[in-house]
């Protein structure tokens, strides 16, 4: 079955760009989407399809996907932005990578 | 406003069975596919079932096929979870999410708080 990869940690300083991945094999034939996770909270999806964001998501969350890595960037990082961050594909059937905490120092 | 309630969680023993149901509002249901997916205490994320806009569709995780079954019924914009023979491991906080397209191959654009389920002896 497909498996995707993430960082259990990212750490990024208030105000720079955090960038988290999401490891798999050819990842870039599938769409990757993102969610993040407040603590106690339901996910929000922040881009799907590789690199589209919802409305309501702030323009500092972008997507990209090539090779065998999809990332998600969050530009200007806030406090706010402090969460767990899944990516998930489809193969044939649903997968979600483990998840990575990222903390802004 | 698109809204997801979850319902029907609680502690059973292991074993027994349960049923999670899911009200919609705010969207025209019969139009999405719709997902389930689970959160052990402490875990990410995992894919549990989803359904076609027309229930023709079904798909299942491994870890539940053939004890859980997904269905929907569109008049009374309600997705359900018929949960059977539940472990430990089913142990989790069941959300309820709404697919972005009819089909299930879609993100999951909006999600429900959850449903707590806690198997144990």
């Known amino acids: 079955s497909y498996e995707v990869t993430q960082p259990l940690s990212v750490s990024v300083a208030l105000g720079q760009t955090a960038r988290i991945t999401c490891g798999g094999n050819?990842?870039?034939?599938?769409?990757a989407h993102w969610y993040q996770q407040k603590p106690g909270q339901a996910p929000v999806l922040v881009i799907y399809?590789?690199?589209n964001r919802p409305s309501g998501i702030p323009e500092r969350f972008s997507g990209s996907n090539s090779g065998n890595t999809a990332t998600l960037t969050i530009s200007r990082a806030q406090a706010g932005d402090e969460a767990d961050y899944y990516c998930?594909?489809?193969?044939?059937?649903?997968?979600f990578g483990g998840g990575t905490k990222l903390t802004v120092l | 406003e698109v809204q997801l309630v979850e319902s029907g969680g609680g502690w059973v023993q292991p074993g027994r069975s349960l049923r999670l149901s899911c009200v919609a509002s705010?969207?025209?249901?019969?139009?999405?596919?719709m997902h389930w997916v689970r959160q052990a205490p402490g875990k990410g994320l995992e894919w549990v079932s989803s359904?076609?806009?027309?229930?023709?569709?079904?798909d299942y995780a491994d870890s539940v096929k053939g004890r859980f079954t997904i269905s929907r019924d569109n008049a009374k914009n309600s997705l359900y979870l018929q949960m059977n023979s539940l472990g430990p491991d089913d142990t989790a906080l069941y959300y309820c999410?709404?697919?972005?397209?009819?089909?299930?191959?879609?993100?999951?654009?909006?999600w429900g708080q959850g449903t707590l389920v806690t198997v144990s002896s």
């Open positions: 999410a709404k697919g972005g397209g009819s089909g299930t191959k879609y993100h999951f654009d909006y």
């Open positions: 705010g969207f025209t249901f019969d139009d999405y596919a």
């Open positions: 359904v076609s806009w027309n229930s023709v569709g079904l």
């Open positions: 050819n990842i870039t034939i599938k769409n």
């Open positions: 399809r590789d690199s």
């Open positions: 998930q594909v489809r193969d044939s059937f649903w997968v």
